[in-house]
């Protein structure tokens, strides 16, 4: 943390473990010797045809089942073959916590501090948003626990939830930068990204808001507002966060839509395309 390689090799494995859903589910992939490709070699339990896709890409974040060993794991822990503890959802979110936190005692270009204190925010609160998605309201850790401590922190409620990792987005916003650079790292997040996840969070949140009562949910978790228990004002708040997110991408972040104004129908789906 005392130098700009050091944070960036930091930064590089919290942006690896970021839930990226990527079309590559597959909960139980690991290296191992593979006797009928005669050698090592992945050994896939669950694969998929969308590998193959154009769309299809690697990232080390990808994947959500309920045992997903070398991926980031929608649950709090995993257990490994080994019987050790890897990281879980809330084990990656520990380490942004921890980054976050040591961050804040270093000595550091003022500037930089601040860059990488908002690229911290901004993988928290795509961290969080993997979990609300499929769980609805989750325990918001902010600080690295530590042993002794009482680590078994409740669930805030589903509105609680998403208006935190609104307020992540927002914190994310401040610094970071316009653009990036081959210098600094093309993959990192610029002030763009995080408008556009907060418009997808927000705009997530408001579907939620609107419609979860539309589903036969019940149980303690719904008395408790854990799922669902928003308002149409709470729905409405939320649609106009999207649509201020959005507005501020159009209309400030100089990128435009690719070919706007298609001459025909045929161009229009070509460009889409």
């Known amino acids: 943390l005392t130098d700009a390689s050091g ?4 930064l590089a494995n919290l942006y ?3 839930p990226m859903e990527d079309f590559m589910y597959n909960p139980g992939k690991f290296f ?16 998929s ?8 890409n690697y990232s080390s974040g990808s994947g959500a089942g309920p045992v997903n060993d070398a991926y980031w794991e929608y649950g709090a822990v995993t257990m490994s073959g080994n019987n050790n503890i890897s990281n879980g959802a809330y084990g990656s979110i520990r380490q942004v916590n921890q980054f976050l936190q040591d961050l804040q005692t270093v000595n550091l270009d003022e500037s930089l501090r601040k860059r990488c204190t908002s690229e911290g925010h901004f993988i928290r609160a795509y961290m969080y948003f993997g979990l609300v998605k499929r769980y609805g309201g989750v325990s918001i850790i902010q600080v690295p626990q530590l042993p ?9 409620t589903e509105k609680e939830t998403f208006d935190f990792i609104l307020s992540e ?3 994310a916003i401040e610094n970071l930068p316009a653009t990036v650079n081959s210098n600094d790292g093309i993959y990192r997040a610029t002030k763009w990204a995080a408008y556009a996840l907060k418009s997808r969070v927000a705009l997530y949140a408001a579907s939620i808001a609107k419609f979860w009562n539309k589903a036969p949910l019940t149980g303690e978790a719904v008395d408790l507002k854990l799922v669902g228990g928003m308002s149409a004002a709470d729905a409405n708040n939320y649609y106009s ?13 100089g990128k435009t839509l690719f ?5 025909t129908r045929a161009e229009a789906a070509k460009n889409f395309q």
């Open 259 to 263: 070919k706007p104004t298609p001459a």
């Open 241 to 253: 966060l999207c649509l201020a997110a959005s507005s501020a991408i159009i209309d400030n972040s």
């Open 49 to 56: 045809t969308s590998f193959y896709t154009d769309e299809s």
């Open 16 to 18: 690896a473990k970021m």
């Open 169 to 171: 987005c927002d914190l």
């Open 7 to 10: 944070l960036t090799t930091l």
């Open 32 to 47: 191992n010797y593979h006797r009928d490709l005669g050698g090592n070699a992945f050994v896939d339990f669950g694969w």
């Open 148 to 156: 002794g401590e009482d680590l078994f922190t409740p669930r805030s």
